[in-house]
């Protein structure tokens, strides 16, 4: 005797050995014995042998039309045997009832199970809408192969390409367009992105990654919504100095100033001012809402997001010609000493005269120029003439300043490498498209304007780290240990020393029109101004506040980001400009040899460049070559070489230290050197930290840590 028996929802078959009242205990064909609860014991049969039954129902059982079947089942519960002496015959053999009982199983749209065999059929609007739905779902499948087809054959369908980057940035695997392109990637044997792109649905390189960006980031667009600009208090006072700002041309956010009084008379006033939107803006209200949620302006060649709307920011921006309100930090200085005798914080209206930009005129504001009043330029602004005299002594005690400091950091800040500039020409809208013409430009880190500037941010930054800690005021702080290799800047709310910058402490506070760390010091140095040796009373944030920590969480993690497309597209704008221009081979340096594989990183010598390279494992660090650049690959940020001569003398060739030249912290060349995750994963550093960088040293053309250009 033999039977069918469900185990688990399987069929299986055997020949029965034993059995007792409740079970049986059966051999399968393989030899194995199971023991069969009664219950699952479905069909007692002499013939055929289990095998063939099982291979005859099977066989059967797909032609066996549901719907007849479906037609012939009783309304009320019925077994399936039952059905088949009524679709078959009365005399069905255990063949055909095998077979029903397997159509029965896998037609759930018309029967449903009842357990051990038996089923109740479902009712005519159900199977109608089951059969719908199996219609749709053929009829989608059909449209996936299709689409996978297309694909896989070197062409993109249009709706996959509208849905290109939901696909690739922010996938919902339900969807088809979803489903095709991973069914073309298996036919193709070809990475999804690789297949995308040479079934042409990736047009722009720029456009992949800016999209990119925006899906992660600003899913729901750039604009802001439609919120007042406030008003400052209406009874600040009118500083009286005249002030003047020292900007990139394109910055419209001008957060700081600088006045001088007092020169010539033993005892100078230097004026650190700085926009105060943290004078109107209240926290918690709608634009601190709006601005934590950005928590930063993104900065990129010939674009960015505001943290902030246009309206707030042209309200409270320093643009000259009219009175700011303002924080201001006033100190003074012995003349002769440039020893710093006192300080003072107050909230005021301060007028700007007029707003420099130091790429116009650092090549007119050099250090020959500023130590001998003989030195003149042609066509030398008379703004600019008018304030010789003061620039000369700002850059005087500026250099002081950064003496002090690297005395206290126990080795001096050097920047030997320049910054990039980047310039987009033709830019048709509000934002590039890809297809402008790059061209990338050069500034020394370091120059008067910049280094004058930079002291100013420490000086600001450091004083009001100071207060906040002397008034018990809780700040959010940047600290560093200590110039050791792998010490990081870390964000705290402890006023703890920086040792990259040579501080006791260091709280950010010169840029909240565009960094939000700096917006919610600044409301904790207002209520200092205001309210002095009772502040911790009334300033927004209280010692110990849980927000404060939320805030370093999330604008650590949001900064990096931004810093990480900004460095992204840089690069990317860097490898177009290799395109536009026909290069083909670069002089370089190289920074890091015993990569991966035997070669070499190397940083090119006039670009904004790192890059791996083969062809000269013998080299060591410091060694300069020719290199032959090999194929771009704009997608993946992607381009590497081949060391074609060695260009200086091997005697000559010397380790120069660390490769990230001026204590910028971490070593940031890795992160721009290759070809970049993307599966879909575009990931980089941002510019590394400390020294003047930290402080407000423009790099590039997105500008420092503290001080970036637009």
């Not at 409740?22 to 023991?35: F, M, P, T």
């Amino acid at each position: 005797m033999h039977a069918l028996f469900d185990d688990a929802g399987k069929f299986l078959a055997g020949r029965i050995l034993s059995e007792a009242e409740n079970s049986a205990q059966i051999e399968l064909d393989s030899g194995k014995r199971v023991k069969v609860k009664a219950a699952n014991l479905l069909l007692k049969f002499d013939k055929p042998a289990p095998a063939e039954l099982l291979a005859g129902a099977r066989e059967q059982a797909g032609g066996i039309d549901p719907a007849l079947a479906w037609e012939f089942a009783p309304e009320d519960e019925f077994g399936f045997a039952e059905l088949a002496r009524e679709y078959f015959s009365a005399s069905a053999p255990p063949v055909e009832q095998a077979a029903m009982l397997l159509a029965l199983f896998e037609a759930p749209h018309y029967f449903r199970r009842a357990g051990k065999g038996r089923f109740r059929k479902a009712s005519a609007e159900v199977v109608e809408q089951a059969l719908a739905a199996i219609e749709k779902k053929k009829q989608l499948q059909a449209q996936i192969d299709g689409w996978a087809a297309e694909l896989a054959a070197g062409q993109c369908p249009a709706p996959i390409r509208d849905q290109l980057y939901r696909i690739l940035f922010k996938p919902d695997k339900n969807a088809p367009e979803y489903k095709a392109v991973v069914e073309a990637s298996r036919i193709a044997h070809e990475a999804p992105l690789a297949l995308l792109t040479r079934a042409g649905a990736i047009s722009s390189s720029y456009q992949f990654h800016w999209q990119r960006f925006l899906f992660e980031h600003f899913p729901r667009g750039t604009g802001f919504a439609d919120l007042a600009a406030p008003e400052s208090p209406a009874d600040l006072p009118l500083a009286p100095v005249q002030a003047f700002s020292i900007d990139d041309s394109a910055t419209t956010e001008i957060d700081d100033a600088l006045s001088l009084t007092g020169l010539g008379s033993g005892t100078v006033r230097l004026g650190i001012h700085i926009a105060a939107p943290g004078l109107a803006i209240e926290p918690g209200g709608e634009l601190d809402r709006l601005a934590r949620t950005r928590l930063s302006t993104v900065y990129m060649p010939g674009h960015k997001i505001t943290m902030l709307p246009d309206e707030v920011v042209q309200r409270y921006t320093l643009d000259a010609g009219r009175a700011n309100p303002a924080v201001s930090l006033y100190v003074t200085i012995d003349e002769a000493t440039l020893a710093m005798t006192a300080s003072e914080t107050l909230l005021e209206r301060v007028p700007v005269s007029v707003n420099l930009r130091h790429d116009q005129l650092d090549h007119i504001v050099t250090e020959a120029w500023l130590a001998d009043p003989t030195v003149e330029h042609e066509n030398t602004p008379q703004a600019l003439s008018d304030l010789r005299g003061q620039l000369t002594f700002l850059h005087r005690l500026a250099r002081h300043l950064k003496a002090q400091r690297e005395v206290v950091r126990g080795k001096p800040e050097s920047f030997t490498r320049p910054d990039y500039t980047f310039r987009l020409q033709g830019v048709a809208g509000d934002e590039p498209d890809g297809s402008e013409t790059v061209i990338i430009g050069t500034r020394k880190r370091g120059a008067p304007l910049d280094l004058i500037v930079a002291e100013a941010a420490i000086v600001a930054n450091s004083s009001w780290g100071q207060l906040l800690a002397e008034h018990g005021v809780p700040g959010i702080y940047r600290s560093q240990a200590s110039l050791a290799p792998g010490v990081k800047v870390r964000m705290s709310t402890r006023a703890l020393p920086h040792a990259g910058i040579g501080v006791k402490s260091y709280a950010w506070a010169t840029s909240p029109l565009r960094r939000y760390v700096d917006l919610v010091n600044q409301w904790q140095v207002i209520a200092c101004a205001r309210h002095g040796k009772t502040a911790a009373l009334a300033a927004p944030f209280k010692p110990k506040d849980a927000e404060l920590f939320s805030v370093i969480s999330s604008f650590e993690a949001t900064y990096g980001a931004y810093n990480a497309y900004q460095a992204g597209m840089e690069r990317l704008w860097t490898l177009k400009y290799l395109q536009q221009g026909g290069i083909t081979e670069i002089d370089a340096t190289v920074v890091r040899d015993g990569m991966p594989g035997g070669g070499l990183l190397v940083r090119a010598d006039t670009l904004p460049l790192v890059l791996p390279v083969l062809g000269a494992q013998t080299l060591t660090r410091g060694a300069r070559v020719r290199v032959r650049l090999g194929e771009i690959d704009e997608i993946a940020l992607d381009v590497n070489g081949t060391v074609l001569e060695r260009l200086d003398d091997p005697l000559d060739a010397r380790d120069d230290g660390p490769v990230d030249e001026g204590d910028a912290g971490e070593d940031d060349d890795t992160a721009v050197a290759g070809p970049l995750a993307i599966a879909v994963d575009v990931q980089g550093e941002g510019a590394g930290e400390g020294g003047a960088a930290d402080a407000g040293q423009p790099a590039a053309d997105a500008g420092s840590a503290d001080n970036p250009a637009p």
